[in-house]
């Protein structure tokens, strides 16, 4: 096990990659220095003596500004370093780095779906568009239990999509187009093999509008000898029926006369190109760049060198890295989108009195991260090194190959919402601190940072990056189990989120503007 990690030569910190004790003697890259305080394992130490205002680097890039004189060997955290006066310069796509070499070969189990698109679970949704039939979705979803649906062995389960929101909004405005981003995201799904919406009736969030918006329809498959059929999606109207249990009623005799239609779909095998991977972070802490986010980029490169998508989300944990995927944009518009991004929301965090530095949270700086720039640089990494092909609007369907960034903010839950609901069949999340999140319908597969942390939470944990640093294992092998367990959970295996039933409450879509 390394004492600690030197991340580029021009940095003037390491990263702890265990506990360290005042009066210690370290050496790393050729540089011996004694501890002149305890520093806990993922926190930094500095190599060198940094003056008052000087930048401090690491992964090679600025994290912040000292705010104190620090000596070689202090502790350095938020009591020394601050963000300071960020003034940034762009080059727009002077990096773009060369195609992958094509990954060939590589297949899983996966539900063929009419738009060409493959599921990797095949679930029936009740979606709710307004918090006022939130409850009756749920109420229908919990009347499929495990042994009504064991006639159904292709079915995996009745999903309830609900949320707090869909009134008290700008009718067609920015939240109300996104609310509908999300819904049809949910209703078109790969993962979705049939589904069925309920609202209200006086909503400001019509299921017309939402239909309509998303040009939503419903394919019925009658069976091998006949072709697909398009139609109108189904539609429950709780006014127009006559209340509660009358829609209960009439949605639990629409999702029985559905299920048998989802049922006939089956697993074929396919080529990993269909893989449309999420990726997300939470609760990260020091080690999550150097080991679970690296190990999951490498990951990434390998779905892209299939031909596959991978999602790098949570703009506001790019902030202060977006410089460097600027440069591997493979058009200047392309980094014109994600610029567009960053100042708006420089502009919206300033709208509350905020800046997106109050990212990182507590946790992360309990375990080491000590400024947004230096989480984002972290972060980023888990998008691999291939070009940044495209920028989406927080659950805009994502079409795009390759490497793609979607505008979603840093909370968990809301930014795999928008992922899931802009196309992902499958999510992989990192973390450090030992974030427990699933989500549904797209199985969550997640990835430690760190060895104490898997063992303690290893009902929830489905991969330890964490040997990189404790066992001398390589991101390389990492990334390559983590490819592997992708192919797996796609096809059919369950993630240890599944297995706990998490994903439900988790489905949380962005508030965005005042609830009128």
């Known amino acids: ?114 738009d060409g698109r493959v599921g990797t679970r095949n679930y029936l949704a009740i979606i709710s568009n307004v918090n006022c039939s939130a409850s009756v979705a749920k109420y229908v979803a919990k009347r ?45 799904h790969p993962n979705i093999g049939g589904y069925l919406l309920i609202g209200l009736g006086c909503e400001t969030g019509t299921l017309g509008s939402l239909i309509d918006d998303q040009r939503l329809v419903q394919i019925h498959t009658p069976g091998d000898k006949h072709p697909p059929t398009v139609a109108r999606p189904a539609v429950l109207v709780m006014q127009d029926l006559g209340g509660t249990q009358k829609t209960i009623d009439a949605a639990v005799k629409k999702v029985s006369e559905l299920l048998p239609q989802v049922n006939r ?36 490169d390998m779905i892209v060198a299939c031909g596959g998508t991978t999602i790098l989300a949570e703009t506001t944990e790019i902030y202060g890295a977006e410089q460097l995927l600027m440069r591997r944009a493979c058009t200047p518009a392309v980094a014109d989108k994600l610029l567009e991004r960053i100042r708006w929301w420089e502009w919206y965090t300033g709208v509350f009195g905020c ?35 495209e920028v989406y609007q927080y659950a805009e369907q994502v079409t795009a190959p390759g490497l793609v960034v979607m505008d979603t903010p840093g909370l968990d839950c809301v930014s795999v919402t928008g992922i899931v609901a802009g196309g992902a069949n499958i999510v992989a999340f990192t973390t450090g601190r030992g974030s427990c999140l699933g989500s549904k319908p797209a199985p969550t597969i997640k990835i430690a940072s760190n060895t104490p942390m898997y063992e ?20 390389a092998e990492i990334g390559e189990e983590i490819f592997a367990e992708i192919l797996a959970v796609a096809s059919g295996k369950q993630s240890k989120s599944e297995q706990l039933g998490l994903g439900d409450e988790e489905f949380q879509p962005w508030i965005l503007g005042p609830t009128l």
């Open 1 to 114: 096990m390394p004492t600690a990690v030197l991340l580029s030569d021009v940095d003037n910190l390491c990263v702890a990659a265990r506990d360290l004790q005042e009066g210690e003697s370290v050496e790393i890259a050729g540089i011996r220095i004694t501890m002149r305080e305890p520093v806990r394992a993922g926190h930094k130490v500095a190599l060198c003596d940094i003056a008052v205002g000087q930048p401090v680097l690491k992964f090679g890039q600025p994290i912040g500004l000292a705010t104190q004189a620090i000596r070689a060997g202090e502790w350095i955290h938020v009591h020394n370093i601050a963000v300071g006066v960020r003034q940034q310069e762009y080059e727009k796509s002077t990096a773009i780095p060369p195609a992958p070499v094509p990954l060939t070969g590589h297949t899983f189990q996966g539900y063929p779906r009419a």
């Open 144 to 188: 499929f239990t495990p042994e009504v649906l064991r006639d159904y062995p292709n079915v995996d389960g009745v999903l309830a999509f609900s949320h707090g929101s869909g009134c008290g909004m700008e009718f067609k405005g920015d939240y109300h187009r996104m609310l509908n981003r999300v819904m049809g995201g949910i209703a078109r």
């Open 265 to 300: 779909c089956r697993r074929e095998t396919v080529p990993a190109s269909k893989l449309v991977l999420g990726t997300n972070c939470g609760g990260s802490d020091g080690n999550s760049g150097i080991t679970a986010n690296l190990a999951l980029g490498v990951a990434s």
């Open 355 to 389: 800046t997106p530095d109050n990212n990182p949270s507590p946790g992360n700086k309990e375990g080491g991260l000590t400024t947004i720039y230096e989480k984002s640089l972290g972060a980023i990494i888990k998008g691999g090194t291939t070009a940044l092909n």
């Open 456 to 475: 303690r939470m290893v009902d929830d944990m489905d991969i330890n990056a964490g040997t990189i640093l404790s066992a001398g294992r390589t991101a």
